[in-house]
Structures are given as C-alpha cells and as structure tokens.
C-alpha cells in the first residue's frame, strides 16, 4: 500500500531527530493520513516542538509556527482584510493557518476568541473573512501543544475543541539508554532533515485511506467501546458521535500503516486510550489535571468490553 510506504520514509526520517518514540510518531502520521490534528499534552522539553518541525521538514509543503499569547488576535492566525489605498478596495492577507503544517505553540496561553479562530480551519479546512470563504491547501495539519504544569495565566481548551483532536499525546522522558543516543546525537552535530514525500502524495495516501475496510463486527466493537464511556459510573460525558468516527479512522490509519487494508479488533484497542481518553469528561474532573485517570479509565473500559474472537476480518 502507498500509505505503508510513505509512512516508512517518513517515520525513519523523523527517528533522525526523535529517539525512542515510535508509538507517537506512529500516532502523528495516522493523524496526518486521517485528515486529523494532534494535540501534544507535556512537559517542556520533551521534544513536541521538535516532532512537529521533523514532520513538517519530512514534507515539502509550508510550515509555520504560532507562538500562542493572550495578546494574540484571532486574525494573527487565520487573516485580515487590509485596505488597499492605491487599489481602493480590501485584500486579504491570509494569516499563519495557510500553511501545510501548523505549529500552534501552548495553545492554552492564547484568549478563548482566538484559540476558536482554529475551530473552523481543523473541521472544515477553510477560513471565513467578511463573508468570504478561503480555503486552506491540503494537506492542512495542526500539531498544538501545551504544558500540564504552568497554569498561571491560560485558558484551557473548552470540550468543543478539544474533540476536534483526533489523538491526545504525552511524549515523556526517554529511557537512558535512548537519551544517550539523542545526547551523541547532538553533540555530533543535529542531522539536516530533507523532504522525503510531496504533499501531493499525503494527498493521495489520505484518498487511499477510505478504501481500508471494517467489517461489521469490529464496527459493533467500535459501538460497544462507544457505549462503554457513556455508560460508566466515572463518566459525566462519554464520546460524542465524532469522537466515535474518529476512533474508526483512527482505527483505519493504523490498520494502513502496518500493510492491511481492513481493521482488526487490536487495531482498535492499540489507538483507543489516545482518541478516546481526553474526549472524555469525568465527574468532578478537569481536563488538565486528570488526563492520566481518563487514560487509566479508558484501559479498563477496553479490558470489560468483550473482543471479537475467531472471525475473518477481510470481509
């Protein structure tokens, strides 16, 4: 499949820079292929900022970086209509969104006007200016990131966009033996990374995708995890109907990526704790302090939920 392949170059080309993550780097290019974005939930200097530059240096398409502040405007990031005096009419300045990958840096320290400046550009892939429409060179991507720890001073991300992620990532340290190899890394100089893929062929992977097929018995075990989240006692608000559909894309991306063109149960069960779990609302919880619990939760729901057993996937 063309998805395996590109996903290939480009994972061993990111692996250049990020030692010791496959799983993430896995999660991001699924991402990518599912038309979704990425949120990047950790500590400073685990390497969010770094995987985003790789992936978007991985591509030859137009990176840009945001650094969210409260001070940001709405149209810093999707445009403005500016005055043309000698023209006497207003042209459009596309702002910081039209762009193939999208770094938006702690998305949280930015104002909750602007942080929904993005809301349109991740569902629909277009801006809207005065009335008039835009749309955004695809593939579009946002990796955004934000730190658990400082809180002082920002604004967490309402439920609505939230679930406009399709995954939600902690990188977390590396294991000694894997910072060993990063530090060697960088003290023998930091490798220049080369495009590996057009955009044109993200395109054309993004298309294949759909052809990946779900037999209706995972897609009732696709239901089950569903009902499972809105039916436990720890849960105030399970997944919403888009957060359903993004587990089976999900679910497709990772089935694509290791060579198959239909899902299996395990393809679900190895993607589920990052989709589902910040989608989820526990009762008397916030996003921010308890994403772990919701991680934690999410395995148990995928433990009590029975597995499809003895079936032929390939339908």
Excluded at 198 to 212: F, G, M, N, P
Excluded at 226 to 254: F, M, N
Aim: hydrophobic share 40%.
């Amino acid at each position: 499949m063309l998805i395996q392949t590109l996903s290939e170059k480009i994972h061993k080309n990111i692996a250049q820079r990020i030692v010791g993550k496959d799983a993430v780097i896995d999660r991001v290019l699924i991402a990518l292929l599912c038309k979704g974005h990425v949120l990047l939930d950790d500590l400073p200097g685990t390497g969010k900022t770094t995987l985003a530059k790789s992936l978007a240096a991985s591509l030859n398409g137009v990176y840009r970086r945001v650094q969210f502040t409260p001070d940001l405007l709405p149209t810093d990031v999707t445009g403005v209509n500016i005055y043309n005096q000698k023209e006497q009419c207003f042209t459009f300045r596309p702002g910081a969104v039209f762009a193939n990958v999208l770094l938006a840096d702690e998305i949280n320290r930015a104002t909750p006007r602007t942080q929904s400046a993005l809301l349109e550009c991740m569902e629909e892939q277009q801006v809207t200016a005065d009335g008039v429409t835009y749309p955004l060179d695809a593939p579009f991507f946002v990796i955004a990131t934000q730190n658990p720890i400082e809180l002082q001073g920002t604004f967490p991300l309402p439920e609505a966009q939230i679930d406009r992620f399709l995954f939600c990532l902690r990188m977390g340290y590396p294991e000694r033996e894997q910072e060993q190899e990063m530090l060697s890394h960088a003290l023998g100089g930091t490798a220049v990374l080369k495009a590996v893929v057009s955009c044109e062929e993200i395109v054309q992977a993004q298309e294949e995708l759909k052809t990946v097929r779900i037999c209706q018995t995972v897609q009732d075990y696709l239901l089950d995890l569903a009902a499972a989240t809105r039916e436990s006692d720890a849960v105030r608000t399970g997944i919403s109907p888009r957060g359903l559909l993004a587990l089976a894309d999900a679910s497709r991306g990772y089935a694509a990526i290791h060579g198959r063109d239909y899902v299996i149960p395990d393809d679900v069960k190895a993607v589920a704790p990052d989709v589902i779990a910040h989608r989820l609302i526990l009762k008397g919880a916030s996003f921010a302090d308890r994403l772990e619990e919701k991680r934690k939760l999410t395995q148990q729901l995928l433990e009590q939920v029975p597995v499809p057993k003895d079936q032929i996937w390939n339908c």
